[in-house]
């Protein structure tokens, strides 16, 4: 399905990872082997949240979140806390943050995804 994605530069970042794009909670979520990795959200409403959410697991969080991004928003989208890292994209370095955690992915760090 076509969708007019936020944030398509990840797309290209994350070439030739060729993620499946979902519809889901008002962003649009990024699958790799049926594994969340990441969801993008640009909306008019609450716009101090859009950006790009990292998935993780609680046990990975700290870590990874000392690797991308110390946020001081932290997130309980799904029920468990501890497995979101926002990216906001009013960040000085957004670019740099998204295209690390491309490169993440794109090598296979596990703790990207859930």
């Not at 101090?48 to 991308?68: H, M, R, Y």
């Not at 029920?79 to 491309?102: A, M, N, Q, R, Y």
Request: aromatic fraction near 14%; charge should be neutral.
């Amino acid at each position: 399905m076509d969708y007019k994605v936020p944030f398509d530069f990840v797309l290209r970042y994350l070439y030739p990872v060729r993620p499946q794009i979902k519809k889901m909670l008002g962003c649009y979520g990024l699958f790799v082997n049926k594994k969340l990795l990441l969801l993008l959200r640009d909306r008019a409403n609450q716009p101090e949240f859009n950006g790009i959410f990292v998935a993780t697991q609680p046990e990975f969080f700290d870590a990874l979140q000392n690797q991308i991004h110390i946020s001081n928003m932290n997130f309980n989208l799904d029920g468990v806390p501890h497995t979101w890292i926002f990216l906001s994209e009013d960040l000085e370095d957004f670019d740099e943050k998204v295209k690390k955690t491309c490169e993440m992915i794109k090598v296979g760090d596990e703790r990207i995804g859930k």
